[in-house]
């Protein structure tokens, strides 16, 4: 009859400011460096049993969380995206800025646009209306395309749509 001989990895204690908790030690059972994936596992167990110690405390009706809480939640959900502030987020503003560099009568194939932005023909449809609706008047850009050439030309700029535009038209601001 064979015997078959579990080995599980040694508990390690780890003492915090707010309590002792056990976490387990690398998996080959040495006090040797864990790999990411491990230490990202580690490290949201112990979050969440801090939330869970928290949300089971008197504290719940306190308005200020403490920062330790503040620190599990980031680690458990993630922070919030975006969060990281600068720079611009929607592809319309992208957009838009990068042919506000290029100036009016520039000319953009439609290939270089799908290289740069991935958006291809319906989708830059979508994005051109939404450069015209959604930014202030004085900041549109006036953007067509010429399905001969396959460019994207900018004929203008500005709240007054140019001479020969046949596109859309934002709805007049009460």
């Known amino acids: 009859m064979t015997t078959i001989v579990k080995k599980t990895a040694p508990k390690k204690t780890v003492e915090t400011a707010e309590n002792t908790e056990n976490i387990e030690t690398a998996p080959n059972g040495v006090d040797a460096p864990m790999d990411a994936k491990t230490a990202r596992q580690v490290a949201r167990k112990a979050a969440q049993k801090v939330l869970k110690s928290w949300a089971q405390s008197p504290k719940l009706a306190e308005l200020d969380a403490p920062a330790n809480l503040i620190e599990a939640l980031k680690t458990v959900y993630g922070a919030k995206r975006g969060a990281s ?55 549109r850009v006036w953007l067509a395309f010429d399905e001969h050439a396959e460019d994207w030309t900018m004929l203008g700029e500005g709240a007054e749509p140019p001479k020969n535009w046949k596109g859309y038209l934002p709805t007049k601001e009460a």
């Open 85 to 139: 502030g600068g720079g611009i987020k929607r592809l319309d503003d992208k957009l838009a800025a990068y042919f506000k560099d290029l100036g009016v009568g520039a000319a953009v194939p439609e290939l270089e646009l799908f290289r740069l932005f991935k958006v291809g023909r319906g989708e830059m449809r979508k994005q051109v209306r939404r450069i015209i609706r959604d930014q202030a008047p004085e900041n």
